[in-house]
């Protein structure tokens, strides 16, 4: 599976971006994770072909994952943003009961949040 990540930039805090990810095929876990400067990488939002969510508890009620089964793509839509949102954003994709460390990674994606 291959991963095409896109909408990372620089925004001020308080702003929004929205970041997308298209598959080249259906699968059935999608989602994004960030790493931060020295930091490790870290789940923010996932989403299944069902359209259950989960997300880090650091961006909920300000971040949203939606995703278009037909075209195989996830998007995070990104409100309030934050400077600790500041990181690089990947893209994520894996089956049933594969981890995500054992899926497929897209290219990240950095989002800078000014203060």
């Known amino acids: 599976v291959q991963l095409q990540a896109s909408g990372g930039g620089l925004v001020q805090a308080g702003g929004s971006l929205r970041l997308s990810c298209a598959a080249s095929r259906s699968i059935f876990f999608m989602g994004w994770y960030r790493q931060g400067p020295e930091k490790q990488r870290d789940m923010v939002a996932t989403i299944t072909s069902g359209g259950s969510t989960s997300y880090a508890d650091s961006v909920k009620g300000r971040f949203t994952i939606s995703k278009d089964n037909a075209e195989n793509t996830v998007y995070l839509q990104m409100n309030s943003l934050k400077p600790e949102d500041t990181a690089v954003y990947y893209c994520?994709?894996?089956?049933?009961?594969?981890?995500?460390?054992?899926?497929?990674w897209g290219q990240g994606t950095l989002v800078t949040v000014s203060s």
């Open positions: 994520n994709a894996r089956p049933v009961g594969v981890s995500s460390a054992r899926g497929y």
